[in-house]
């Protein structure tokens, strides 16, 4: 079988490059090395269309030599070219300008118990029985295309593309200061994208997907029809005149109203000053009702980590509590410039709390009663600075909490702090498989225009 894990020849390697780099003349290095192995099985309307294989391997390297630094990568991974790599690299750090902010993370910042990669159970032992045959059959079993005539009165599927993959991540990080962390990691997805077609032959496609850290929990067998019923739901749709609706949005895609939030608390931002949550930290900005809390610890759930690329030990925090700004993410570099203390460089699993008693997003509509359900957003763009945005949508008009018929080509516009300053609800039901755990959400009279 071949080798996904990370070698003990691998990790000496490493070791080694670590203890050349010193003796050359840096300071302080870090090394990082990574490994990845992905098998993919693409589907076609009802055959396997192409099969892929891939193993990666990258050693990187950040070197601070006489108060200078420079981060460097090679996926050649031979000792003697490593040597001269090293070398070269340390040769090119010197001619760079001093930065007194660049340095490794406080030793006692570092983490201390990741050191064989599976604390946190996200590598799943069932992924080395797998063959090629076994792959194969479990994509073909996952297809639509063979029951497409079961599907409901109304449409017709007339294409399916689907992909089945597993993959094995592996990264261990050594640095001068003695850390020595590991992260090791399986995942298995599974996603189509269906286009079907109406009485009157007007095509529509849509999308559905799973991904798990372990096989037995990908949801692998409903995926494909999934697809094709989100895509023949946006059959039909009408035109809605512009003006103030109450937003709801579908957990699919609610992470995006969260991720320009964590970007500008996000060092980088803060520091270039351009975000539009600059001097926010311990400011009751959001309404009392939001908590946003980072859980990079939990067991058995992709996105969990230990530590960051520094080697820093991730810790659950609040990021948000109550309204209040608790927590900005600052690498060392970031926290140094701006002359405060360091923390992680980003969230890592990120939870939104419920607001109100909706746990499903049945409820949410039951409770806001009319509004858009925004079930994907198609393009639009924010401003980093001011906070303001403006995105197109697809999704539904919703009267008395049931969906009435389809929408499309509608503008939602506002600024993210006006935004979740109405916040009316937030369900229960994020998807495990997304990086953010983000539930169906409510706003109160949101802009939409035609």
């Known amino acids: 079988m071949e080798k996904a894990l990370l070698t003990s020849e691998e990790i000496a390697l490493a070791q080694h490059c670590l203890a050349y780099a010193q003796a050359q003349g840096a300071a302080q290095v870090r090394i990082t090395l990574n490994k990845s192995l992905l098998n993919l099985i693409g589907l076609l309307s009802g055959e396997v269309d192409k099969v892929a294989h891939a193993l990666d391997r990258s050693l990187q390297l950040a070197l601070f030599v006489d108060g200078r630094y420079g981060s460097f990568s090679s996926n050649r991974l ?24 660049r340095q490794l993370p406080a030793i006692e910042r570092e983490v201390r118990d990741a ?22 059959a479990l994509a073909l079993s996952s297809m639509a295309w063979p029951r497409k005539a079961s599907f409901e009165k109304g449409f017709r599927l007339i294409a399916e593309e689907g992909e089945y993959s597993d993959s094995v991540f592996d990264t261990l990080i050594l640095d001068s200061q003695g850390l020595q962390a590991r992260h090791s990691e399986t995942s298995f997805e599974i996603g189509y994208e269906s286009t079907v077609e109406d009485a009157q032959g007007r095509h529509y496609a849509n999308y559905w997907w799973d991904a798990a850290p372990r096989l037995q929990d990908l949801r692998l067998h409903d995926c494909a029809e999934l697809a094709a019923i989100r895509a ?11 003006g103030k609706y109450n937003l709801i949005v579908d957990t699919e895609c609610a992470a995006k109203l969260v991720t320009p939030v964590l970007n500008a608390l996000g060092g980088s ?67 140094a410039k701006m002359e405060m203390a360091p923390t992680v460089e980003d969230a890592t699993r990120v939870k939104l709390l419920p607001v109100g008693d909706c ?25 980093a600075a001011t906070g303001n945005f403006s995105y197109g949508i697809e999704g539904y008009l919703v009267r008395d909490g049931r969906k009435v018929h389809p929408v499309r080509e509608m503008l939602v516009t506002g600024n993210f702090l006006d935004l979740w300053n109405k916040l009316i609800a937030a369900a229960d039901d994020a998807r495990p498989c997304l990086s953010k755990l983000i539930p169906t959400l409510a706003f109160k009279d949101i802009d939409f225009s035609a």
Not at 120 to 132: I, V
Not at 370 to 375: A, N, R
Request: hydrophobic share 35%; aromatic share 6%; net charge negative.
């Open 269 to 335: 931002s803060l520091q270039q000053k351009n975000s539009f949550l600059t001097d926010s930290l311990g400011q009751r900005l959001f309404p009392e009702t939001l908590t946003l809390v980072d859980l990079p610890h939990l067991k058995g759930q992709s996105g969990s980590r230990l530590f960051d690329s520094e080697g820093v030990a991730t810790q659950e925090r609040a990021v948000i509590e109550a309204g209040v700004v608790k927590q900005y993410f600052l690498s060392t570099y970031t926290a």
């Open 232 to 242: 023949a739901g946006a059959i039909g749709p009408q035109e809605v005149p512009g």
């Open 78 to 101: 031979e000792k003697e070219g490593l040597e001269r790599f090293i070398r070269e690299a340390i040769a090119t750090v010197k001619m760079m300008e001093p930065d007194p902010c």
């Open 115 to 136: 050191s064989d990669g599976r604390e946190l159970d996200l590598y799943d032992e069932a992924w080395e029985n797998l063959t090629a045959e076994g792959r194969r």
């Open 359 to 383: 746990r499903t997003q049945e409820d949410v509509l039951q409770a806001v009663g009319d509004g858009i359900l925004v079930t994907g957003f198609n393009g639009g763009n924010s401003n």
